[in-house]
């Protein structure tokens, strides 16, 4: 079976330090790791994925993910967080024994950016 | 122009009633699915269809029936509704029913069932 940990469900920080919302995962197979971002009151959006070769992948609005098969992780990070990045962060996994594409969700982190 | 759209955006209704969301993408894609995202913002999967075939069936009591009458739409009916069905209700596609798709969120349809 899969699963996703997201360890924090809130994560603080000031705007222009760096941000970093932690996801571990349990698969059989080997992962395909997807994260997305929900402002209030609307739908997902996808930030970036991986899903093969290169270890550190880069996505959209300056995220990117270092995917770390031994420590089992996909942690997200920005750089210099801003005050717009305040939102709620999903991380979400499938794998290569998954037929459909059927996504296993975190929790979710809330993520608070203060001016 | 929107990608994948949903209505009604809201619903409130009443227990015992039978409601349905509509869903439309116009991105070409072959896969769409519907999600629960309960108040705990935790999110799940309920339903895929790939080209109006269903292939992802979760446990989801039968009162929730989808209906997929092309590759473009993808409807959700819920009969006789429950207190306990209020949450909030999305569609996605992806292109294929791969697990390296990425799949694209419809806004969302919250459902208040009172």
């Known amino acids: 079976a899969q699963s996703v940990a997201q360890p924090e469900d809130q994560v603080n920080v000031a705007e222009g330090n760096p941000l970093t919302v932690k996801c571990t995962y349990s698969?059989?197979?080997?992962?395909?790791l997807f994260w997305y971002v929900q402002y209030p009151n609307r739908g997902l959006q996808f930030l970036l994925k991986?899903?093969?070769?290169?270890?550190l992948v880069k996505g959209s609005y300056g995220f990117e993910a270092e995917f770390n098969k031994s420590q089992t992780s996909f942690h997200l990070k920005k750089p210099s967080a801003l005050v717009s990045d305040s939102a709620l962060y999903f991380c979400?996994?499938?794998?290569?024994?998954?037929?459909?594409?059927?996504?296993?969700f975190g929790a979710g982190t809330q993520v608070v950016v203060t001016p | 122009d929107t990608a994948v759209s949903q209505t009604p955006k809201y619903l409130v209704t009443q227990m015992g009633n039978d409601k349905s969301i509509k869903c439309e993408q116009n991105?070409?894609?072959?896969?769409m699915y519907w999600y629960k995202q309960d108040s705990k913002k935790f999110l799940k999967i309920m339903f895929s269809?790939?080209?109006?075939?269903?292939?992802i069936n979760e446990t989801v009591p039968n009162r929730f029936s989808p209906k997929s009458p092309d590759k473009a739409h993808l409807n959700l009916h819920i009969n006789s509704l429950e207190l306990g069905d209020s949450a909030v209700y999305f569609c996605?596609?992806?292109?294929?029913?791969?697990?390296?798709?990425?799949?694209?969120f419809g806004p969302g349809t919250r459902l208040t069932v009172l």
């Open positions: 996605a596609s992806s292109p294929r029913a791969q697990p390296t798709d990425t799949q694209y």
């Open positions: 698969v059989s197979g080997n992962p395909y």
């Open positions: 991986y899903i093969t070769g290169d270890n």
């Open positions: 979400a996994v499938t794998s290569t024994t998954d037929s459909w594409g059927k996504f296993q």
């Open positions: 991105l070409g894609h072959d896969t």
């Open positions: 269809y790939n080209n109006k075939e269903l292939i």
